[in-house]
Nanobody, 123 residues
Framework: QVQLVESGGGLVQAGGSLRLSCAAS????????MGWFRQAPGKEREFVAR????????YYADSVKGRFAVSRDNDKNTVYLQLNSLKPEDTAVYYC????????????????WGQGTQVTVSS
């Protein structure tokens, strides 16, 4: 069992930055690949970024590539999502998720989810 708690969301102007954190507790964090997803009102949940168990490789959705950066600190059992150059269309609830094994883009393959943190970008 892994428990995930996101933090760091908030209201920011377009062009601004936020850093989201996802703290994990429970079974060995380093055995879990981590993903970030988001869901805007009236839209389906979508993939944002994922990172391998060791943190050596990250993947991004095309819509955030070059603006967002995912990282992890296995000593602190925490994964981060740095959001830069934010746009109003980035407004959503952001979720972190964990799964044992290889990192994947498909949200259905993640077993553990946080409660989400709201990011609102004003124009």
């Amino acid at each position: 069992q892994v428990q995930l708690v996101e933090s760091g969301g908030g209201l920011v102007q377009a062009g601004g930055s936020l850093r989201l954190s996802c703290a994990a507790s429970g079974r060995a964090f380093s055995r879990h690949s981590m993903g970030w997803f988001r869901q805007a009102p009236g839209k389906e949940r979508e993939f944002v970024a994922r990172i391998t168990r060791s943190g050596d490789i990250a993947y991004y959705a095309d819509s955030v590539k070059g603006r967002f950066a995912v990282s992890r600190d296995n000593d602190k059992n925490t994964v981060y999502l740095q959001l830069n150059s934010l746009k109003p269309e980035d407004t959503a609830v952001y979720y972190c998720a964990a799964r044992e094994g290889l990192s994947v883009t498909n949200s259905a393959l993640y077993l553990y989810w946080g409660q989400g943190t709201q990011v609102t970008v004003s124009s």
